[in-house]
């Protein structure tokens, strides 16, 4: 602590990464536009349920496209589960399962962001730590989810492989959005969020 020219105490201010009205526009916008993602993902996946396990545990992580998309873009805390939500809310109407779409994004969005907090600290994002962030949601989120898999009828190698293709689907998932984001932020749309900014500071 300091003192000024007339000896009041000076506190260093932290800095706490507060959202703006800007910030907050942008990932409802993002979420909205997600949802129209999720609608097609939805019926995709319910088309492939009845082929089993291993099928739906590779498209799972298309789920988790909203929430990769916003850790990367926004880089706030609370910006994952946000854009999960919202966007989960938004789709609710339009696909086959209703109030289940709001269930996962729910889930993908908790433990995305858990996984963002603990790999990133919303600062560092290059491709290696994506690729672990995205990792650690999709075993975590598979695990949560065993009780409803009826895991004592599935044969190990089986449920081995239904791990594998799960991960790989949510870090092929994280890597796409990773490079999406990049594309759309060289076009300018993305100028008012943190990704927006740090490539203005390159340039």
Known sequence: MQLN???QPVLKQTTR???STRELLTAAV???AFAALLVPFTYLYAA???LGILARSALTGLFFMPAAFAAYT???PGAVIFVSLVSGLAAIPFTPYGLLVLGIGALTGAIGEAACWLVTRYRHFSLWRVVLMS???GLVEF???LFSLRVSQIEPPMLVAAIVLSVIGFVVVGIVARFLA????RTGALNNTALGREREKRV
Not at 182 to 185: G, K, L, Y
């Open 48 to 50: 492939v349920l009845s």
């Open 74 to 76: 926004l880089r706030k």
């Open 182 to 185: 990049d594309a759309v932020a």
């Open 5 to 7: 020219s007339v000896d």
């Open 143 to 145: 695990l949560l989810v």
């Open 17 to 19: 990464p507060r959202w």
């Open 30 to 32: 993002l979420a909205m």
């Open 135 to 137: 990792f650690a949601t």
